[in-house]
């Protein structure tokens, strides 16, 4: 499985990495952006089975980034992982067709469980 993770800390991006093989779904494909822009770019041209991104990043933000996928009709399941939970956000997420919105910091078990959820 390929997987593209979107986020502007590059260090966030490796723990994300690391806590989905911890979540039991090694071996997969990581692929790297670190905007939505990029991430838009990437998503074109590799078509990842999934993406996980940030929320807040600069340049594109993750809802804007999804709401791209959507324009273009690039129908990839995709998740949040991000440092904010309001209610606003949750809610725009869903409208948006985000399966979760996964809050940092985060445990493997979280990770798994929303893994879970977009490849069930």
Partial sequence: MKILVVDD????RRIVARTIGQAGYEGNEII???????GLK???????????S???MPEMTGIEFLQALNTENLDI???FVTS????QMVEQAAEAGAIFLLVK?????DMAQALGQLVS
């Avoid at 800390?9 to 966030?12: D, T």
């Avoid at 790297?32 to 990029?38: M, R």
């Avoid at 990437?42 to 996980?52: K, M, S, V």
């Fill in 9 to 12: 800390s590059r260090a966030m």
């Fill in 32 to 38: 790297e952006a670190e905007n939505g822009s990029q």
């Fill in 42 to 52: 990437i998503a074109r041209e590799q078509n990842p089975d999934l993406i996980l």
């Fill in 54 to 56: 940030d929320w807040h």
């Fill in 77 to 79: 399941p995709f998740g």
């Fill in 84 to 87: 904010e939970n309001t209610d």
């Fill in 105 to 109: 910091p985060f445990t493997t078990e």
